[in-house]
């Protein structure tokens, strides 16, 4: 029984301490986004950096994207700065589509991502 209650207990430490270590629900570290990333947790998507979305995104198709991000942006539908970061970045002319309002451009070849481009300070 001590054992069972040791063990609990060293849970809840842990537990605390993760959420404590990596508070921001954009972190690819933070529970949320880990149990997010396993289908576990529905959480915003519109937050966060895009930090950690390459091993998400690259090797997928548009549905699978359109279904795990629910929904992709054309450039062209993007907000005003994402559409002049679009022309200025190497996804220019390229099969591309942005993650929902995020400064994340996705660019395919056959239907499938090959890069992730972050656009930070265009």
């Keep these: 029984m001590k054992g069972v209650l040791f063990l609990v207990c060293l849970l809840v430490v842990a537990a605390v301490a993760w959420a404590a270590l990596y508070p921001s629900e954009g972190d690819p570290k933070n ?24 091993e998400l995104v690259i090797g997928k198709s548009k549905a699978e994207l359109q279904k795990q991000f629910g929904f992709l942006t054309a450039p062209a539908a993007a907000s005003s700065y994402m559409q002049m970061c679009y022309s200025q970045s190497a996804a220019n002319g390229q099969d591309a589509l942005v993650i929902r309002k995020s400064p994340s451009i996705v660019i395919f070849q056959n239907d499938k991502a090959i890069d992730l481009i972050l656009c930070k300070g265009c």
């Design 31 to 54: 529970w949320k986004y880990v149990l997010w990333k396993h289908g576990l947790y529905a959480m915003n998507l519109d937050i966060g950096d895009g930090a950690g979305r390459d």
